[in-house]
């Protein structure tokens, strides 16, 4: 792991009209240069710095191996990762396939989450933490 320390936190935001967030000041500093947005697990957008990015990479890959549909899985995964650099005022924008793929509108939140961030829905984090039954909104 690449990191120093581990990841942590939960901050709201939202996404302006033009798909733009700003990342919370917490986590800015990893991406000061530049990030990739990827698909994570349960329906959320991952952040990654490109050290990360590049271990997340390879275990995909290795993973691919294991039969034709998993190697679909992240052909798929690979195609809907993208870089993305920080403007003056700290905001990202998130592409249209991934606002697709986790569902998010306007009310967004970001986990830390130990080698990456996160960026859920709010209205999806909540109804996963419905389900679990969980009250951490």
Do not use: N
Not at 87 to 105: C, F, I, N, T, W
Request: proline letters at 4%; charged letters at 30%.
């Amino acid at each position: 792991m690449a990191l120093v320390e581990s990841l942590k936190g939960r901050d709201e935001r939202s996404l302006d009209p033009k798909s733009r967030v700003i990342v919370p000041q917490r986590f800015r500093s990893l991406f000061a240069d530049e990030g990739v947005l990827a698909p994570h697990v349960a329906g959320c957008v991952a952040l990654w710095t490109k050290s990360e990015y590049a271990e997340e990479s390879l275990r995909q890959h290795l993973r691919s191996k294991q039969s034709p549909t998993v190697e679909h899985e992240v052909r798929r995964w690979f195609s809907m990762c993208s870089d993305f650099a920080l403007d003056q005022q700290g905001r990202m924008m998130v592409p249209p396939g991934l606002r697709e793929y986790a569902k998010l509108s306007t009310d967004v939140l970001f986990f830390g989450v130990f080698d990456r961030v996160e960026l859920w829905s709010k209205e999806r984090w909540d109804a996963l933490e419905a389900a679990s039954g969980s009250t951490g909104s």
